[in-house]
């Protein structure tokens, strides 16, 4: 055994040495061949290349440690970078490293594309007449249906070379490779049953390797057919949600529009963002394949069985398949408009909740418990009622469905295999078979069994598809529920983003947003406002409230305003009107660019504090990596807090970077001096405060707004507070007039102001001589109503133990 051992090792080497030899011959032969400058110039090639992939490579490795090590800086400080183009580049955190994710923006040509597509839809049926589709689209298989989906997808499929192009051809692959797998099953199975017939224990065998090997394969293919499916979901949500957020959240203030203006979709945004959404995708994602695998699948199918049972076979199987489907979609239910209603009593049931978590405090004040209760549980049967009357509709419908297409199909399946047997002329391959074995008996039942089973597993397979089909008729409405709420939320958008209005009905409204002719203009020095109507506007299509007929002022810099009046005259609106929250109806209105150096920022009434750290507060709305653009340290955030009164929180909460629900953990005052701490950090050149300092003592006041003016902050302060004047140049007093619609603007400390308090002293002094006469008559009133009055007319002393309360003269002072 050495002996051969070592005969063997030897060969190896001779044979191995004369292919060496072969090859380097001939490698020579063809060098010899080749000219001298071929040579040179396939060495100089050579070299070249490895320089430039060494370099390559060098720039490679020191580009993605300066990511590495960028990404590290970026996680710790939890923020990001602002790319040229607009996007920006997050680091995500995995394991030991960092992962490089670029959000692009959406481009705003894109939006103008989009438009046309949910603003100006085609007059098709289900679409109304083609000005408002969203609000008057009955969700259902229609066109309405296919134009909104098909709108959809050229959100979620921008072009073919996307990601998300990319994942369904994957899916698609799969799924042909899983139909593939399942014509090799059936036959398979026949072979297995044939061998276990014929008592062949070798071929059995040798059947259950194979068998064992492809169900590994296929269980593979199911599994990543599955994870593909939640892949597309998710790639189809993240389009689709990057969309509707840049969309949302912009410049043109179009979160406070959807809700306070157009009132299209009512206060349940948030429901339509997360949970409708959501349900869209994955039914878009599911819908791909529960009707294109089945479709590709009855089509093989069909077309294996038409070879093995023959025409007649074939035609009963599609006329079963067309009577099944004529007869469930004349028997199902709307599940669309149903899935469309329930999703809407959702949204109300949710927003009863949201509405409750904001205002915890006042309901708990109040002690109104057992009434938000009572609101909760009547939405909530108003839900249950509409879920369970749904339910009952299935289950009709289920039980129908249940015997058409698993009972009744499995019997027309069995007819359908027969026919090769009790009728070979019409039983295609199989009635072929069996007539060319009726002169011998030998195999004959084996070869039966072995195409029965071959047969059942293909009908089997085939009226899985079809009804998966069936099903997906469900699934469809369903669908489209889904797609009308969200089409729904994407063109409310799109027409609050372009101010697309129409007039209704030809009922023309004044100060609807259909009446909008005003001008707001960016980048001046100044605040100003030529001719303008203060207008509360009105829900899309109502008109708006007059507040002021028209407002005519402006303010430079240097020059602080007061706006002052009584309450419901409009003193915020003018700050909305500024803010560009509320339309311009008429005139024009210039101020500066947002906020930033030389720019305009605003203090509103409810201080908003925002999640993250206690940096984050004092920058809002800059992130880190702003504050550090604009050389801006925590020294500087120190000396903010101190000049705003609020130098103690660092160390009373722990650091800059601790969390917290800072609403809930600062007080009010506290609250609003942050607002001057943010005022005081962007410094800007003008400043509107409404009721900024409601909360905060009389000499923190004074110091906050001194501060502001040595900053060179020019500040218009909207607040009912006389004592504020002193901090002012001029004062816009709202609420003039007999009918309270006037103004008046005027510098204050002249003569005419002073004359005005004057008067109200005066005023004040009159009332004061008249306490004696009002005292006395509310002893009066206090001995009526002490009295008893008895039948016959008399009255009775009032019991001992009441006393009626005199006034002392000090109190009532």
């Given at each position: 055994?050495?002996?051969?051992?070592?005969?063997?090792?030897?060969?190896?080497?001779?044979?191995?040495?004369?292919?060496?030899?072969?090859?380097?011959?001939?490698?020579?032969?063809?060098?010899?061949?080749?000219?001298?400058?071929?040579?040179?110039?396939?060495?100089?090639?050579?070299?070249?290349?490895?320089?430039?992939?060494?370099?390559?490579?060098?720039?490679?490795?020191?580009?993605?440690?300066?990511?590495?090590?960028?990404?590290?800086?970026?996680?710790?400080?939890?923020?990001?970078?602002?790319?040229?183009?607009?996007?920006?580049?997050?680091?995500?955190?995995?394991?030991?490293?960092?992962?490089?994710?670029?959000?692009?923006?959406?481009?705003?040509?894109?939006?103008?594309?989009?438009?046309?597509?949910?603003?100006?839809?085609?007059?098709?049926?289900?679409?109304?007449?083609?000005?408002?589709?969203?609000?008057?689209?009955?969700?259902?298989?229609?066109?309405?249906?296919?134009?909104?989906?098909?709108?959809?997808?050229?959100?979620?499929?921008?072009?073919?070379?996307?990601?998300?192009?990319?994942?369904?051809?994957?899916?698609?692959?799969?799924?042909?490779?899983?139909?593939?797998?399942?014509?090799?099953?059936?036959?398979?199975?026949?072979?297995?049953?044939?061998?276990?017939?014929?008592?062949?224990?070798?071929?059995?065998?040798?059947?259950?390797?194979?068998?064992?090997?492809?169900?590994?394969?296929?269980?593979?293919?199911?599994?990543?057919?599955?994870?593909?499916?939640?892949?597309?979901?998710?790639?189809?949500?993240?389009?689709?949600?990057?969309?509707?957020?840049?969309?949302?959240?912009?410049?043109?203030?179009?979160?406070?529009?959807?809700?306070?203006?157009?009132?299209?979709?009512?206060?349940?945004?948030?429901?339509?963002?997360?949970?409708?959404?959501?349900?869209?995708?994955?039914?878009?994602?599911?819908?791909?394949?529960?009707?294109?695998?089945?479709?590709?699948?009855?089509?093989?199918?069909?077309?294996?069985?038409?070879?093995?049972?023959?025409?007649?076979?074939?035609?009963?199987?599609?006329?079963?398949?067309?009577?099944?489907?004529?007869?469930?979609?004349?028997?199902?239910?709307?599940?669309?408009?149903?899935?469309?209603?329930?999703?809407?009593?959702?949204?109300?049931?949710?927003?009863?909740?949201?509405?409750?978590?904001?205002?915890?405090?006042?309901?708990?004040?109040?002690g109104g418990a057992d009434m938000e209760k009572t609101f909760l549980n009547k939405?909530?049967?108003?839900?249950?009622?509409?879920?369970?009357?749904?339910?009952?509709?299935?289950?009709?419908?289920?039980?129908?469905?249940?015997?058409?297409?698993?009972?009744?199909?499995?019997?027309?399946?069995?007819?359908?295999?027969?026919?090769?047997?009790?009728?070979?002329?019409?039983?295609?391959?199989?009635?072929?078979?069996?007539?060319?074995?009726?002169?011998?008996?030998?195999?004959?039942?084996?070869?039966?069994?072995?195409?029965?089973?071959?047969?059942?597993?293909?009908?089997?397979s085939c009226a899985d598809a079809g009804g998966r089909m069936m099903y997906s008729?469900?699934?469809?409405?369903?669908?489209?529920?889904?797609?009308?709420?969200?089409?729904?939320?994407?063109?409310?958008?799109?027409?609050?983003?372009?101010?697309?209005?129409?007039?209704?009905?030809?009922?023309?409204?004044?100060?609807?947003?259909?009446?909008?002719?005003?001008?707001?203009?960016?980048?001046?020095?100044?605040?100003?406002?030529?001719?303008?109507?203060?207008?509360?506007?009105?829900?899309?299509?109502?008109?708006?409230?007059?507040?002021?007929?028209?407002?005519?002022?402006?303010?430079?810099?240097?020059?602080?305003?007061?706006?002052?009046?009584?309450?419901?005259?409009?003193?915020?609106?003018?700050?909305?009107?500024?803010?560009?929250?509320?339309?311009?109806?008429?005139?024009?209105?210039?101020?500066?660019?947002?906020?930033?150096?030389?720019?305009?920022?605003?203090?509103?009434?409810?201080?908003?504090?925002?999640?993250?750290?206690?940096?984050?507060?004092?920058?809002?709305?800059?992130?880190?990596?702003?504050?550090?653009?604009?050389?801006?340290?925590?020294?500087?955030?120190?000396?903010?807090?101190?000049?705003?009164?609020?130098?103690?929180?660092?160390?009373?909460?722990?650091?800059?970077?601790?969390?917290?629900?800072?609403?809930?953990?600062?007080?009010?005052?506290?609250?609003?001096?942050?607002?001057?701490?943010?005022?005081?950090?962007?410094?800007?050149?003008?400043?509107?405060?409404?009721?900024?300092?409601?909360?905060?003592?009389?000499?923190?006041?004074?110091?906050?707004?001194?501060?502001?003016?040595?900053?060179?902050?020019?500040?218009?302060?909207?607040?009912?507070?006389?004592?504020?004047?002193?901090?002012?140049?001029?004062?816009?007093?709202?609420?003039?007039?007999?009918?309270?619609?006037?103004?008046?603007?005027?510098?204050?400390?002249?003569?005419?102001?002073?004359?005005?308090?004057?008067?109200?002293?005066?005023?004040?002094?009159?009332?004061?001589?008249?306490?004696?006469?009002?005292?006395?008559?509310?002893?009066?009133?206090?001995?009526?109503?002490?009295?008893?009055?008895?039948?016959?007319?008399?009255?009775?002393?009032?019991?001992?133990?009441?006393?009626?309360?005199?006034?002392?003269?000090?109190?009532?002072?």
């Amino acid at each position: 055994m050495a002996v051969q051992s070592t005969l063997r090792h030897t060969a190896a080497e001779d044979a191995l040495a004369a292919f060496v030899d072969k090859w380097t011959d001939l490698f020579k032969t063809r060098l010899r061949k080749t000219s001298r400058t071929t040579r040179i110039v396939a060495t100089i090639a050579l070299i070249t290349s490895i320089v430039l992939g060494g370099e390559g490579a060098r720039r490679w490795w020191k580009r993605k440690r300066h990511e590495r090590e960028q990404g590290h800086k970026l996680v710790r400080t939890n923020s990001w970078l602002h790319n040229k183009d607009g996007s920006r580049t997050i680091y995500v955190p995995y394991k030991d490293r960092t992962s490089k994710v670029v959000i692009n923006n959406t481009d705003p040509l894109t939006f103008e594309a989009h438009r046309r597509l949910f603003l100006n839809p085609p007059r098709v049926s289900g679409l109304g007449n083609g000005t408002v589709p969203s609000a008057q689209a009955k969700p259902g298989l229609n066109l309405a249906f296919l134009h909104q989906f098909l709108s959809l997808m050229s959100i979620m499929i921008p072009r073919w070379s996307s990601k998300e192009a990319g994942l369904l051809l994957s899916h698609a692959m799969f799924l042909m490779l899983r139909t593939y797998l399942s014509l090799v099953v059936a036959r398979l199975d026949g072979e297995l049953v044939r061998d276990l017939v014929a008592g062949n224990g070798k071929a059995l065998a040798l059947g259950l390797l194979k068998w064992c090997g492809l169900g590994g394969f296929a269980s593979y293919t199911n599994a990543m057919i599955k994870f593909l499916e939640s892949k597309v979901s998710i790639a189809f949500r993240t389009r689709l949600t990057r969309y509707i957020h840049d969309l949302y959240l912009n410049d043109n203030l179009n979160y406070y529009k959807l809700v306070n203006l157009d009132g299209g979709i009512g206060h349940s945004a948030d429901q339509f963002v997360t949970q409708d959404l959501t349900l869209f995708c994955a039914a878009a994602a599911s819908i791909y394949s529960s009707l294109g695998k089945p479709a590709v699948d009855i089509g093989v199918f069909s077309f294996q069985l038409y070879r093995s049972l023959g025409p007649l076979a074939v035609t009963g199987l599609f006329s079963t398949y067309f009577l099944t489907a004529s007869i469930l979609r004349r028997l199902s239910p709307p599940f669309g408009k149903l899935k469309a209603v329930e999703g809407r009593k959702e949204g109300d049931f949710r927003s009863l909740h949201a509405r409750l978590i904001a205002n915890a405090e006042e309901v708990a004040f109040y002690g109104g418990a057992d009434m938000e209760k009572t609101f909760l549980n009547k939405e909530f049967k108003s839900l249950k009622s509409w879920m369970e009357s749904i339910y009952m509709l299935k289950i009709r419908y289920n039980i129908l469905e249940d015997f058409i297409l698993k009972y009744s199909w499995s019997a027309y399946g069995y007819l359908f295999a027969s026919l090769p047997v009790f009728l070979p002329a019409w039983g295609g391959f199989g009635g072929v078979a069996e007539m060319a074995e009726l002169a011998e008996s030998s195999g004959r039942e084996r070869n039966r069994m072995k195409e029965f089973i071959t047969n059942k597993r293909l009908m089997l397979s085939c009226a899985d598809a079809g009804g998966r089909m069936m099903y997906s008729i469900k699934d469809l409405s369903e669908l489209a529920g889904h797609t009308s709420r969200v089409y729904t939320l994407i063109s409310t958008l799109h027409r609050v983003h372009a101010d697309a209005y129409k007039i209704r009905g030809g009922n023309y409204e004044l100060y609807s947003l259909s009446d909008v002719q005003g001008t707001i203009q960016k980048g001046f020095d100044g605040v100003r406002l030529e001719h303008v109507p203060v207008v509360a506007p009105g829900l899309w299509p109502q008109g708006g409230e007059e507040l002021l007929d028209s407002l005519s002022l402006i303010v430079r810099s240097g020059e602080h305003v007061l706006i002052s009046g009584p309450n419901g005259v409009g003193k915020s609106a003018i700050a909305r009107i500024l803010a560009g929250m509320w339309p311009v109806y008429r005139g024009l209105v210039s101020r500066p660019k947002d906020i930033g150096q030389d720019g305009i920022m605003f203090l509103p009434q409810r201080p908003y504090l925002s999640p993250g750290t206690l940096r984050d507060q004092v920058i809002y709305p800059d992130g880190h990596n702003d504050m550090i653009e604009k050389r801006k340290s925590e020294i500087d955030l120190r000396r903010v807090l101190d000049e705003s009164r609020l130098g103690y929180l660092p160390e009373r909460e722990g650091g800059w970077d601790t969390r917290k629900e800072w609403k809930d953990v600062l007080s009010g005052g506290e609250k609003q001096r942050m607002g001057f701490a943010r005022l005081l950090y962007h410094e800007p050149r003008y400043a509107i405060i409404d009721e900024g300092t409601s909360a905060v003592s009389s000499d923190v006041e004074g110091l906050l707004y001194e501060t502001c003016k040595e900053k060179g902050i020019t500040l218009i302060t909207i607040s009912t507070r006389a004592s504020l004047k002193k901090y002012h140049t001029y004062n816009l007093i709202l609420g003039e007039g007999e009918r309270g619609d006037e103004w008046e603007f005027e510098r204050i400390g002249t003569e005419k102001e002073k004359m005005h308090v004057e008067k109200e002293l005066q005023d004040l002094r009159e009332r004061l001589s008249r306490v004696d006469e009002w005292r006395e008559r509310r002893e009066e009133i206090e001995k009526e109503l002490a009295a008893v009055w008895t039948e016959d007319g008399g009255s009775l002393n009032a019991p001992s133990y009441i006393e009626v309360d005199q006034p002392t003269p000090s109190s009532e002072s």
